[in-house]
């Protein structure tokens, strides 16, 4: 008889409402192998078991930031080795985009519950490579041709 493994999901998104979204799917996390990405702010994050560098396109120092997490996710990567990258966004799930999209792995993007009228950045880049697109608003789905209204995560 074959062992079949369970799948490893990697949940990662940004400090703040996109954090405080994703942590909805915590049920998630517990049902398969399941970890959590986000940023290491003054807060404490009970779910988090990675925290990257908080990055700012303001930051005078943010391609340094950038670079150091980009290596910290190729590591957490090949510790976990994720078959799914799941995120609502934003830069610190770049390197995990990235890598996900070089590896063949799955990538299920949520767009941001804040967003009801108008698409962000991140759904603009990350739709493209997207295996599921979900968007919290009906009213999302006219600015991707990927989406699907899967309902409010709160």
Same mark, same amino acid.
């Given at each position: 008889?074959?062992?079949?493994?369970? %799948?490893?999901?990697?949940?990662?998104?940004?400090?703040?409402?996109?954090?405080?979204?994703? $942590?909805?799917?915590? %049920?998630?996390? =517990?049902?398969?192998?399941?970890?959590?990405?986000?940023?290491?702010?003054?807060?404490?994050? %009970?779910?988090?078991?990675?925290?990257?560098? $908080?990055?700012?396109?303001?930051?005078?120092?943010?391609?340094?930031?950038?670079?150091?997490?980009?290596?910290?996710? @190729?590591? @957490?990567?090949?510790?976990?080795? /994720?078959?799914?990258? @799941?995120?609502?966004?934003?830069?610190?799930?770049? %390197?995990?985009?990235?890598?996900?999209?070089?590896?063949? *792995? *799955?990538?299920?993007? @949520?767009?941001?519950?804040?967003?009801?009228?108008? /698409?962000?950045?991140?759904? =603009?880049?990350?739709?493209?490579?997207?295996?599921?697109?979900?968007? $919290?608003?009906?009213? $999302?789905?006219?600015?991707?041709?990927?989406?699907?209204?899967?309902?409010?995560?709160?």
């Amino acid at each position: 008889m074959k062992h079949i493994r369970k %799948p490893c999901l990697c949940f990662v998104s940004s400090s703040g409402g996109h954090w405080e979204q994703l $942590q909805k799917l915590e %049920p998630l996390a =517990r049902k398969y192998k399941g970890f959590f990405v986000t940023e290491k702010t003054k807060f404490e994050e %009970p779910l988090g078991n990675y925290f990257m560098v $908080q990055t700012d396109m303001k930051d005078g120092l943010m391609l340094v930031k950038m670079i150091w997490n980009c290596l910290y996710s @190729i590591y @957490i990567w090949m510790k976990e080795k /994720p078959d799914f990258v @799941i995120t609502t966004g934003t830069m610190v799930a770049y %390197p995990f985009y990235l890598l996900a999209v070089l590896l063949h *792995k *799955k990538i299920v993007f @949520i767009e941001t519950f804040g967003r009801a009228n108008m /698409p962000t950045v991140a759904g =603009r880049k990350m739709e493209k490579h997207a295996d599921l697109f979900i968007v $919290q608003w009906e009213t $999302q789905k006219k600015f991707y041709k990927k989406a699907i209204y899967g309902g409010c995560l709160y």
